[in-house]
């Protein structure tokens, strides 16, 4: 049996959500939800699932003094096998931290869409992202687990400010670079001859 491509998958469900909801404007949580139905038609309704919560505070990387509050939420997941078993990370797992789902998932993403903030997106927000992921696939690896492949995806829709992902003033990521291994994914709706918009 052939491996799976998962990540040949999630770009093709990111690509149809950019495509076909970059022209509207909602609230973050629709565009969650509408990117989480486009990854439900690639991997199954079994295998994806929305704001696991993991408690940090037991990780070892230090991309964990970057955060407060002691939790941190994914915007969507995909896991390797069929089957979502995500309880409370109190009861997942002998820590009460959730860390062992990281075992159980081949995706980890956030998902950013600029025309749900009045201003357009902060970079720091954005930067934020990038270092939860590479905290989780920091962790994964301390562990021995499989690292799942990481995405923070960027739709740029405001109706006014375009987000340029490759100017680096006032970036954080700049003076606090993330993990290489998390992808950016960006598609730009001010780009009308676009054809992709998918940067690794």
């Known amino acids: 049996m052939a491996q799976e491509d998962f990540d040949t998958k999630f770009r093709a469900a990111w690509l149809v959500l950019s495509r076909t909801c970059a022209s509207s404007i909602a609230p973050e949580a629709t565009y969650q939800a509408w990117f989480a139905h486009y990854l439900i038609s690639q991997f199954g309704i079994d295998r994806v699932a929305r704001e696991p919560i993991f408690k940090y505070t037991g990780f070892e990387s230090t991309y964990r003094g970057r955060f407060t509050g002691g939790e941190i939420k994914l915007d969507a997941v995909v896991t390797?096998?069929?089957?979502?078993?995500?309880?409370?990370?109190?009861?997942?797992?002998?820590?009460?931290?959730?860390?062992?789902t990281l075992q159980e998932l081949a995706i980890i993403s956030e998902l950013k869409v600029s025309s749900t903030q009045g201003g357009g997106l902060d970079r720091t927000e954005v930067s934020?992202?990038?270092?939860?992921?590479?905290?989780?696939?920091?962790?994964?690896?301390?562990?021995?687990?499989?690292?799942?492949?990481?995405?923070?995806?960027?739709?740029?829709?405001?109706?006014?400010?375009?987000?340029?992902?490759?100017?680096?003033?006032?970036?954080?990521?700049?003076?606090?670079?993330?993990?290489?291994?998390?992808?950016?994914?960006?598609?730009?709706?001010?780009?009308?001859?676009?054809?992709?918009?998918?940067?690794?």
């Open 80 to 100: 390797r096998t069929p089957g979502i078993v995500l309880p409370h990370y109190i009861y997942r797992g002998t820590e009460g931290s959730g860390v062992e």
């Open 128 to 200: 934020r992202d990038f270092w939860k992921l590479s905290l989780l696939l920091h962790e994964a690896e301390r562990r021995g687990y499989s690292v799942p492949l990481a995405y923070v995806c960027v739709l740029d829709n405001h109706p006014r400010r375009r987000y340029n992902v490759n100017h680096p003033t006032g970036s954080r990521l700049v003076k606090d670079p993330h993990d290489p291994r998390v992808n950016l994914l960006h598609y730009s709706a001010h780009d009308a001859d676009q054809v992709e918009g998918l940067h690794k």
